[in-house]
């Protein structure tokens, strides 16, 4: 069985990826130095090296990298070893023009970048086979191999690729999924537009057409480009168990980017060692803190709640949005540790010296272009520090509150084209109920709505707008069990072939919500509605209404304005020994917590009352005990009250009563006990 933590790492991992190449071999002596100076423990190296350890067809050359590992083998660090896969050499491109990916028009694209991979290539699937074989038969028993990295970041920049071997490709996945074309057919409705197949010889993936394609076949697309990324993913991983037996495998994700938005990481937890993640903050106005703790609670979560190691994460500014701003003095180390608390075992980051040329030299670094008389650097070696005192929380699992239902698959569906509005939009309001609930300071596990919820007192579905029957089963039984289940608009529409469920929507949910929808009636652009509740509680709604008809559930929420007048608006349903609540139009945050609160109070959930906003408090426990992370995220100095007395980790200070954390500042308490 392989390891589930890097082999021979005894403490939290720190580091980043180190990209020896780009350096003369002077420099590196430099480099080791530097990183037993900020305490690293661990680095990634040989991500894009293929050009360097395979120049020509066939011929090799490892003495650089044999060299680079003995270094930091001698220095103590450990290594997170790439397989170069994600860049194919330019002589592999020459040989093979037809690896290179073809978008939906048919524009095959350039070498000259990276990831430019058409998945169902044999040569490149060979030749990827081949250098993996090589580095696992070099390297497996190397003293410094603490894990592989298998490839970079599947799923970006190339998501799919529409050429000749991915059509041929995709009639034989057709084939083994559907058994005959006739039942393809009726899976996509073919009957309509008389789209209707004779044999799978005439199916290709959904090319560029004159209107709409079939969102049948568009959405088997997205599940069949994911499952061949998986299949290239797993053949690198059975190399590297077979070869190195027992070092783990992993590959890094990227489970909360929103443009990364073609990968199912629910089936992808499933096959690595461990769970691995990158995440950078998307400076779009809102606060970064929450999409991050967002990002590392869906992390943890694909891993089923095991450890997991943010591989990648940035010191300082990034250069791939329109404007990159740096970050404040102590934000690293707040971003580093937001992610320990949710999980995370170490804080790694792309990456180690900050490059000169190429196309990311303008990306921070952990040796900034200026050396280390420098900011960045000083908060580097600092948070190596702070890491280096947290060791012992290793193992330990993040305790969640709630979870929030999450089927990449659903979310796929509903970005399809031709739907009642292009503003439902499923991440949306993922990320506004995740805000919410960050905001009553409500630690949440993602969940697939097919899977085990009975441990959750309360769980949210912020769009589902594709669930199949064995998820209405399982989110029936959860209620009548006693669960108290919040579901919003547009859930529950479809089957997994994006067919309407028989009858009136939302077909899956009608019983468990009590209700049925007669119309959707999104509103224009601009528009909102007024409702009236409870204690003459008046919200607001945009997007989004319905003329809701309740066969069974009460009204919480009413409509008074716009089409959807005197309709329910927040409606629940009291089912078996549990409450299903349902809201039709997409609230504010002010509407969200409302009805948070009232699903709260169901749930038997009591209100924090006493933590400030932005100052997030996080558990985690197990084998060596139990720790408390307060993150104060705010400019003011916080207050937070502990249960029961412990040590501060990175102070070493005793703590009881009432813990203060500066501003800016983190806080983990070992509690006592
Ligand atoms: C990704 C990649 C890295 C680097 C960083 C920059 O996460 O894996 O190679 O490009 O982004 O932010
Ligand atoms: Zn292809």
């Not at 783990?248 to 980017?257: K, Q």
């Not at 199949?468 to 399982?474: G, L, S």
Request: charged content about 20%; hydrophobic content about 40%.
């Amino acid at each position: 069985m392989p390891e589930t933590s890097p082999r021979g790492l005894a403490r939290l991992a720190f580091g980043g990826d180190y990209n020896p190449e780009q350096w003369p071999e002077t420099v590196w002596q430099d480099d080791v130095r530097l990183m037993r100076e900020a305490g690293v423990t661990m680095v990634s190296v040989g991500i894009f090296s293929w050009a360097l350890l395979e120049p020509a067809p066939g011929e090799y050359d490892f003495g650089w990298l044999d060299r680079v590992l003995g270094l930091l083998h001698e220095n103590g660090i450990r290594v997170d070893l790439g397989t170069p896969t994600v860049v194919p050499p330019v002589w592999f491109y020459r040989d093979h023009p037809e690896a290179l990916p073809v978008t939906a028009e048919g524009v095959r694209h350039e070498f000259g970048s990276r990831g430019a991979i058409c998945h169902s290539n044999a040569d490149y699937r060979a030749a990827a086979a081949n250098i993996t074989t090589r580095l696992a038969e070099r390297y497996a028993d190397h003293p410094a191999l603490a894990m592989w990295h298998v490839h970079n970041e599947y799923g970006v920049p190339v998501s799919a690729c529409y050429c000749d071997s991915c059509a041929a490709h995709f009639r034989r996945w057709l084939a083994t999924t559907y058994g005959t074309v006739d039942v393809v057919n009726a899976a996509w409705g073919t009957a309509f537009w008389g789209q209707r197949y004779a044999s799978f010889e005439d199916v290709n993936p959904p090319r560029a057409t004159p209107t709409v394609g079939n969102p049948g076949q568009a959405l088997d697309y997205k599940r069949f480009a994911d499952a061949t990324m998986r299949e290239n993913f797993c053949a690198e991983r059975d190399i590297l168990h077979r070869l190195a037996p027992g070092v783990p495998v992993t590959t890094n994700f990227m489970t909360a980017l929103s443009q990364c938005d073609s990968v199912d990481y629910w089936a992808w937890g499933r096959e690595v060692d461990i769970v691995t993640n990158d995440h950078y903050l998307i400076t779009d106005g809102r606060r970064t803190h929450v999409n991050l703790a967002m990002a590392a609670d869906l992390t943890r979560s694909v891993g089923a709640g095991a450890p997991w190691i943010l591989l990648e994460h940035s010191t300082s500014g990034i250069n791939w949005q329109p404007r990159n701003p740096a970050k404040a003095p102590g934000q690293m180390a707040r971003n580093s540790l937001a992610h320990v608390a949710r999980g995370s075992e170490g804080a790694m980051f792309f990456q180690w010296r900050q490059s000169r040329r190429g196309a990311e030299k303008f990306h921070s670094a952990m040796v900034p272009h200026g050396g280390t008389d420098t900011r960045v650097w000083r908060e580097v070696v600092e948070l190596g520090a702070s890491l280096d005192s947290l060791a012992a929380l290793r193992g330990t699992r993040t305790e969640a509150d709630v979870a929030v239902l999450w089927d990449w698959h659903s979310w796929w569906a509903q970005n399809l084209a031709w739907r009642p509005s292009e503003d439902a939009d499923a991440r949306e309001r993922a990320d506004a109920f995740y805000e919410a609930l960050y905001d009553r300071h409500l630690t949440v596990d993602f969940a697939h709505p097919e899977t085990d919820l009975s441990a959750y007192p309360l769980v949210v579905a912020p769009a589902l707008y594709l669930m199949t029957e064995a998820a209405a089963d399982n989110l029936r039984a959860y209620v009548e069990n006693g669960g108290t289940l919040v579901v919003s608009y547009f859930s529950g529409i479809v089957d997994e072939h994006d067919a309407v469920h028989e009858g009136a929507c939302p077909g899956a949910l009608r019983d468990v919500l009590g209700l049925t929808v007669e119309e959707f009636s999104p509103l224009l652009q601009g528009e909102s509605v007024r409702l009236t509740g409870p204690d003459g509680c008046g919200l607001g709604g945009d997007v989004w209404t319905e003329f809701v008809v309740p066969r069974g559930a009460e009204t919480v929420w009413t409509y008074v304005d716009g089409l959807a007048a005197g309709h329910p608006a927040v409606t629940r349903h009291r089912l078996g020994e549990g409450a299903a609540w349902y809201v039709s139009t997409r609230l504010g945050q002010e509407g969200l917590d409302a009805l948070l609160a009232r699903a709260a109070q169901d749930a038997g959930i009591a209100p924090r009352a006493d933590l400030p906003r932005d100052v997030e408090v996080v558990r985690r426990s197990g084998g060596t005990g139990s720790y408390l992370f307060a993150i104060n995220h705010t400019a003011v100095d916080a207050k937070v009250p502990l249960e029961t007395s412990g040590t501060e980790l990175l102070t070493g200070e005793r703590a009881a009563g009432r813990l203060a954390v500066p501003a800016g500042a983190v806080r983990v308490v070992r509690l006592d006990g």
